[in-house]
């Protein structure tokens, strides 16, 4: 590889973690406007966070069409949408007045999301590396958690002086300068199958992705659980440290702010370890602590409210920040080491379809738990057997994907599948 491609492969990278910062920046510290937009709209908690389920509409949508957008307009372009996309909905909610402009900056939240997220960046990273895919790839989604640590905390003190209005109005000249720079740095490599050049077989034919194979699968159905579980349990835990925070200490207190600035503080050394992790020992040096420490931070957040104090909270971002990558590197990791050589973008696109079910149907859940109970501790310990359920589908997942990939079994018509074992 000569110095240009050399030079070019990392500035990719750093297109990647811009392109994550935006997510970092204008969808991490979500959870701490919540509660001012409760009082100023003076709506119900499921009411406001519905946005959220219309979100996941477009996300479906977008991710069900991801394979063949990647295709036609390419990584630079997607990262372009996607970073004007947390503009509007910034924009949409800095002047609502009601749940009108609320939704609708939901549907281009839903964009966003789909298209900022480590989605992109393990899609383009890994056929830019022909080793230490992994430690990259988590290069490139640190974006997310460093950006987004840093937006927590700052946001938090913000709050306290300034209305939610306001603050997302600083965001909104941020995200700008991210969007541009990931737009300027990011390209697809010359082996990445879905490349336009690509796409063409020897019979002058566009090289089909199997979409029907893939739903004829039984391992793709077990696949897709586990990402609705991703999607759905996963964040929810996210958004429950906030949201136990606040209620259990009041609005008024910053343990909550701080105690996910911790998480996403803490992040970027998970994802750097689990990359290394998984370069040197393969996806159950992943899957298995990411998954145990999930079950393990559900039960702690439906015990908490038995602890007087703020060190409850702050434990569990700890714990959080390590079971965190089942939602950024893990998903790709996961993938490529069920599906071996038949692993594409398509394929992730298609889980995605899952992953952004899963958040719209799951994650609400936890606040019309509260509604109809006025506690949280029930829903969480429910998300915590949903993710001992996640630890077993995921399991069972990879030896069944190892067991077809060793008989030889075409388990995919991917023809444009055997340039990619960038992992």
């Not at 899963?358 to 969480?380: C, Q």
């Amino acid at each position: 590889m000569n110095t240009q491609s050399k030079a070019t492969k990392y500035l990719v990278v750093f297109g990647c973690f811009c392109l994550c910062a935006t997510l970092g920046v204008a969808s991490t510290p979500q959870a701490l406007y919540f509660v001012p937009m409760f009082n100023f709209l003076d709506v119900p908690r499921t009411a406001l966070t519905a946005y959220d389920t219309f979100a996941k509409i477009i996300g479906v949508i977008l991710s069900l069409s991801y394979a063949n957008i990647y295709r036609k307009i390419g990584p630079k372009f997607i990262a372009l949408i996607g970073g004007l996309s947390y503009i509007v909905m910034l924009l949409c909610w800095i002047n609502a007045k009601s749940l009108t402009l609320v939704f609708i900056g939901g549907l281009f939240y839903g964009a966003a999301y789909v298209f900022t997220g480590a989605m992109v960046a393990t899609a383009v990273i890994p056929y830019w590396f022909e080793k230490n895919a992994g430690t990259a790839s988590a290069f490139g989604v640190m974006g997310m958690s460093v950006v987004g640590a840093i937006s927590t905390l700052v946001v938090t003190r913000l709050l306290q002086g300034h209305t939610y209005q306001q603050v997302m109005g600083y965001v909104v000249p941020i995200v700008a300068v991210l969007t541009l720079l990931a737009f300027l740095l990011i390209k697809t490599s010359p082996t990445d199958p879905l490349n336009k050049k690509n796409q063409i077989s020897d019979t002058g034919q566009k090289k089909s992705l199997g979409y029907g194979k893939m739903i004829k699968n039984p391992l793709m159905w077990i696949c897709f659980i586990e990402f609705i579980g991703i999607g759905g349990i996963q964040h929810a835990a996210s958004n429950g440290i906030t949201l136990l925070a606040n209620t259990t200490l009041g609005v008024d207190n910053p343990t909550g702010g701080f105690a996910l600035t911790l998480c996403w503080g803490t992040i970027p050394f998970t994802k750097f370890i689990y990359g290394r992790l998984h370069d040197k020992f393969g996806i159950w040096a992943v899957l298995l602590p990411t998954h145990i420490l999930l079950i393990l931070s559900y039960v702690l957040l439906a015990v908490s409210p038995m602890f007087h104090g703020e060190a409850i909270f702050y434990v569990i971002a700890v714990i959080h920040a390590f079971d965190c990558v089942i939602a950024t590197i893990f998903p790709a990791f996961f993938l490529a080491s069920v599906w071996g050589p038949f692993y594409t973008a398509a394929v992730l696109g298609l889980c995605q379809v899952f992953y952004q079910i899963g958040r719209g149907v799951l994650t609400p859940l936890v606040n019309i738990g509260y509604d109809l109970t006025g506690s949280y501790s029930a829903t969480f310990l429910v998300y915590a057997f949903f993710s001992l359920i996640m630890l077993i589908l995921a399991t069972t997942a990879v030896k069944r994907g190892k067991k077809q990939q060793a008989a030889g079994v075409k388990m995919l018509d991917v023809e444009v599948a055997a340039e990619s074992q960038a992992y």
